[in-house]
């Protein structure tokens, strides 16, 4: 008897001129490159994966990375000034950032004075171990000075995977999703898979990032193999993210 296998779905064939959103490629100022030559051998990998964009959002973390428009931006010019001329020429860097929903968040929200992705779509994230108590008020207050909020890989919070139904919430507050691609495998645990499965058939997510940190990120990315039903939702969700955040 005859067996017909599918090809395989690899998910760096929807890379090709994608615009990566969320990722951690500047250099020395939170977890992700820890040097500029870190930071090259990221982009230069991520370039052969077909990424031609690059929106780098460090970590503004009050405890942890405070960082500022300056220490950004000096990591952004020292990241420009080392690249080599025909990668420079084959790729776009815009740096934004991705801002934790702490008190100091809250200070730069009332000052109206934050480091967007694009117009005035702004990244945030939560701790992994429980939601702000004020967390509606705080999208709320987003919103009403002008933004509009983007959830960092929502599939990581499990404080949420028992309570599906609040996603649907966040959402009605008018906050959108941004799937982080590896948690459509195994890396974050299944548990976050299982979740992002769920969230993109219920077709709650906008966006998608790689949240790049470090080489094995890049090199998982490059490995992981789709399902067919996530292949396709997957392609109209980096249409949309395409289309949204494009400079080009």
């Given amino acids: 008897m005859l067996r017909f296998f599918s090809k395989k779905l690899f998910l760096k064939d929807l890379l090709e001129d994608f615009v990566d959103i969320h990722n951690h490629i500047l250099p020395g ?46 990591a952004f010019q020292a990241l420009l000034g080392a690249l080599d ?48 108590i004020n967390l509606e008020d705080i999208i709320f207050k987003i919103k009403t000075q002008g933004y509009m909020p983007i959830l960092a890989h929502p599939e990581r919070y499990s404080f949420y995977h028992n309570n599906l139904d609040y996603y649907k919430r966040l959402k009605q507050l008018g906050c959108s999703f941004q799937l982080n691609l590896l948690s459509l495998s195994d890396h974050y645990g299944k548990n976050v898979e299982k979740t992002a499965n769920y969230l993109m058939e219920e077709q709650l997510i906008d966006f998608a990032g790689t949240d790049v940190h470090n080489e094995k990120h890049v090199e998982k990315l490059s490995n992981l193999i789709l399902h067919r039903k996530i292949n396709t939702l997957l392609n109209g969700i980096i249409e949309n993210t395409n289309q949204t955040f494009s400079v080009i």
Avoid at 38 to 64: R, V, W
């Fill in 29 to 74: 100022i939170d977890d992700g490159a820890k040097t500029i030559e870190d930071a090259l051998s990221l982009l230069k990998k991520m370039n052969e994966l077909g990424i031609k964009q690059y929106i780098p959002t460090p970590h503004i973390m009050q405890d942890f990375y405070p960082n500022t428009d300056a220490t950004i931006g000096d």
């Fill in 85 to 132: 001329s025909n990668l420079l020429e084959s790729i776009t860097l815009n740096p934004a950032a991705e801002y934790m929903l702490d008190n100091h968040f809250e200070s730069l929200l009332e000052n109206g004075n934050l480091f967007t992705l694009k117009k005035n779509y702004v990244l945030i994230e939560m701790s992994y171990f429980q939601a702000p």
